[in-house]
């Protein structure tokens, strides 16, 4: 099965910095590659999401690039604001089969004004 | 829309009681998936229902106990749980178990007294 590696484990930057956060997947054949943004008491949000035909896709401020011949991906957030703060999980399909998904172990992102 | 509704919010529970969670979403999704999470921890994944059945059981002990009555409901009934299964449970789905967006719900809060 998959095996995802995420760092930074936590993230401390000014507002207005810039904040990329980086995981590492084992499974060559793992072709999807959510990013979710959790607030405390929440639910994970899905932010965005890449797929292995793609290099990089980007949503206003967020970004995520996927290297797949070094098997990493990475969440770029530009022009960060207090209300990025939150726990941001990377993850990508849990076997061949792509039935559901295997977390990274999270990146607590502070953003101070 | 892209809402899962999870109810209650909020569950207290002695180890003797029997107890639902409960799990909706309007999206016509056909995968439906009960995550448990721990704090500090990324989701990790129990039980996941593809087209009202249940295709995976991630070894989960027989106090929890899975339920898709039709397409847009999940249940997870419980029973004689330990304290050591307090947690958040997250319910989540997708248009199908193959790689595609995955959208959770906001949780219970469940605390085994």
């Known amino acids: 099965g998959e095996n995802v590696e995420q760092h930074p484990s936590t993230l401390s930057v000014q507002e207005g910095d810039s904040a990329v956060i980086k995981c590492t997947y084992s499974d060559s054949a793992s072709n999807y590659f959510p990013w979710y943004k959790q607030e405390l008491g929440k639910g994970p949000q899905l932010i965005i999401d890449i797929r292995s035909n793609v290099g990089e896709k980007k949503d206003q401020r967020i970004a995520v690039t996927l290297n797949k011949t070094a098997k990493h991906f990475s969440l770029h957030i530009t022009e960060t604001q207090p209300e990025d703060s939150a726990v941001y999980f990377c993850?990508?399909?849990?076997?061949?089969?792509?039935?559901?998904?295997?977390f990274g172990k999270g990146t607590t992102l502070s953003v101070s004004s | 829309d892209t809402e899962v509704t999870q109810t209650p919010k909020h569950l207290v529970m002695g180890m003797t009681n029997k107890k639902s969670l409960k799990c909706e979403q309007h999206m016509g999704h056909r995968a439906m998936y009960w995550y448990k999470q721990k704090a500090k921890k990324p989701p990790e994944l129990m039980f996941v229902y593809s087209y009202e059945k249940l295709s995976i059981n991630e070894s989960v002990p027989s106090r929890f106990s899975p339920e898709c009555p039709n397409s847009s409901l999940l249940n997870l009934h419980l029973h004689a749980l330990q304290p050591e299964d307090s947690a958040l449970y997250l319910c989540a789905s997708s248009q199908d178990s193959l790689n595609t967006e995955a959208f959770f719900g906001q949780g219970t809060r469940l605390t085994v007294v």
């Open positions: 993850a990508a399909p849990a076997n061949q089969a792509g039935t559901a998904l295997i």
